[in-house]
């Protein structure tokens, strides 16, 4: 090994030792000028404002927190692009964020021809819908909640059913097929599910899916409606839905 190697290797020892020293000597600088930190107990805050907000949080909900109006968009679509639906509306209590009464009153439509029979059915009737949901949601405050629910429903339906002439099979006369305004009272139950979530302020949307029930009916000597007000096809039991609208007043 030459002169010249020895003596830079020398010199980058000394150089790293010389830096070394320097950082140790720098953190004990630092241990020495950086106050310790005085240990506390129990909640901090970054700002009043944010003590205030969480002791807003902590209130018990009161009794009444207020009334919601809704209204149905699903049940508007789907009678314009098939032959029923309705337009519905909501009224809807909050009790303490868990138990919201509710009424719901709507006026179905429809318009529809069956393809076999030629039988042309025709309705516009109201209909109303009792009950109550339970919000499932653990967080009670963040207007995003988790429904069940159930559902006492009524309608009395005024409709028209029209079809071909009836034609005498001795005879061969002709009697026309028009029967207007046939009247029948139905009932039903519905099991109700559904999601709701808060979009801004008083604003949320929401969703649910419903198991509804045919409790009575009355049905006219000719026969009973195609479609009922609020129920939909007339069957012993069917499954509906709605997309709402919801607004807190």
């Known amino acids: 090994m030459n002169e010249r190697t020895c003596r830079f290797i020398l010199v980058l020892i000394s150089s790293f030792c010389l830096f070394a020293r320097l950082e140790v000597n720098a953190q004990n600088e630092a241990t020495v000028q950086t106050p310790q930190?005085?240990?506390?107990?129990?909640?901090?805050?970054?700002?009043?404002?944010?003590s205030l907000a969480l002791f807003l949080q902590q209130k018990p909900l009161r009794f009444f927190e207020g009334v919601s109006v809704s209204g149905d968009l699903l049940g508007a679509i789907l009678y314009q692009i098939a032959n029923y639906g309705q337009l519905e509306g909501a009224v809807r209590m909050n009790i303490k964020g868990t138990y919201f009464p509710v009424v719901e009153?709507?006026?179905?439509?429809?318009?529809?021809?069956?393809?076999?029979?030629?039988?042309?059915?025709?309705?516009?009737?109201?209909?109303?819908?009792?009950?109550?949901?339970?919000?499932?949601?653990?967080?009670?405050?963040?207007?995003?909640?988790?429904?069940?629910g159930l559902r006492y429903a009524y309608t009395k339906i005024t409709y028209d059913l029209t079809g071909p002439d009836l034609v005498d099979p001795v005879w061969g006369d002709h009697a026309p097929y028009i029967f207007n305004d046939l009247k029948s009272n139905v009932s039903w139950g519905e099991l109700v599910f559904g999601l709701e979530a808060k979009i801004w302020k008083i604003f949320h949307v929401g969703w649910s899916l419903r198991y509804r029930m045919r409790l009575s009916q009355e049905i006219p000597t000719v026969g009973?409606?195609?479609?009922?007000?609020?129920?939909?096809?007339?069957?012993?039991h069917n499954l509906g839905g709605t997309f709402n609208l919801v607004f807190d007043i």
């Open 224 to 236: 009973q409606a195609w479609y009922v007000p609020g129920y939909g096809k007339n069957d012993t």
């Open 37 to 50: 930190k005085v240990r506390t107990t129990g909640v901090q805050y970054q700002s009043e404002v944010d």
């Open 105 to 148: 009153l709507g006026l179905g439509h429809s318009d529809h021809q069956d393809d076999e029979t030629d039988l042309h059915f025709k309705t516009s009737s109201p209909f109303i819908r009792i009950g109550c949901d339970y919000n499932l949601a653990r967080d009670k405050r963040s207007g995003n909640r988790i429904f069940c």
